[in-house]
């Protein structure tokens, strides 16, 4: 049985990425002219700061020198974590995307645009923005309804924190 050379850094790279306490996300290599660039993303509940890439990243770095997964040639090796707008493929994603607004493409046909209050095992609890001024709604979302899912930037969303430091502010006055 022949396995692919994703297959084999996935073999390779997830443990150490594992004990790193992160999550190996994506693997790819990709070839840039004659170059070859290996990208890996890595994600964990509680984010990925630049020291932990950099920790990881030179880990991954000496367990790729130690073998021959790679080849002969020269590759660059790139660590990183998923994008802001990401595509939640697994279970974990919808759970770090709670509070979040994300684009949904259900199974009905059409598309949903609500922010994840909850995940469990069977789906999601969203609240639907209201339109014109209307309130938002609660729902629920089975993930068996949902053929396509992808985290949406929000630049203008008010953080309800500092929704909370102003009223104390006005409390004290």
Do not use: C, W
Request: charge should be negative; glycine fraction near 10%; hydrophobic fraction near 35%.
């Amino acid at each position: 049985m022949s396995t692919t050379q994703s297959e084999r850094l996935r073999e390779l790279l997830e443990p150490l990425v594992g004990s790193q306490g992160l999550d190996l996300e994506e693997i790819a290599v990709d070839s840039v002219g004659r170059k070859r660039v290996l990208r890996v993303v890595v994600d964990s509940d509680t984010g990925a700061d630049l020291d932990r890439i950099a920790d990881v990243s030179r880990a991954l770095s000496a367990k790729l020198d130690e073998t021959d997964v790679m080849g002969g040639g020269e590759y660059t090796l790139e660590v990183g974590t998923p994008g802001a707008e990401r595509l939640l493929t697994e279970h974990r994603h919808y759970v770090r995307a709670t509070g979040r607004l994300v684009r949904f493409q259900l199974a009905e046909g059409g598309e949903l645009v609500a922010r994840i209050l909850g995940a469990d095992e069977e789906g999601l609890d969203l609240e639907v923005p209201g339109v014109k001024g209307r309130k938002a709604t609660a729902r629920r979302l089975a993930f068996d309804d949902i053929t396509r899912a992808r985290v949406q930037v929000e630049f203008n969303r008010k953080d309800d924190a500092s929704d909370n430091k102003d009223d104390e502010k006005e409390e004290e006055a």
